[in-house]
C-alpha cells in the first residue's frame, strides 16, 4: 500500500545469452534503475544477458 513514486515494485525477465537460461523476478526500479539482487547465471555468466522490464 506504500507505493510511491521514487520506489516501484517491476517484473524483471532475464534470459541468458550464453544458456538460454530464463529467471523471472520481482525488482524494485528507484531513480532510473532497476534492482533484483540477479548476480549470475547458473553457467557462470555474469555479464551478458536479455532483460525485460514490466510494471505491475
Do not use: P, Q
Amino acid at each position: 500500500m506504500g507505493m510511491t513514486a521514487v520506489t516501484m515494485r517491476v517484473k524483471v525477465t532475464i534470459r541468458c545469452k550464453h544458456c538460454g537460461e530464463k529467471f523471472v523476478l520481482k525488482g524494485r526500479r528507484e531513480k532510473g534503475r532497476v534492482d533484483t539482487g540477479f548476480k549470475m547465471c547458473i553457467c557462470n555468466n555474469n555479464s551478458d544477458f536479455h532483460i525485460e522490464t514490466h510494471d505491475f
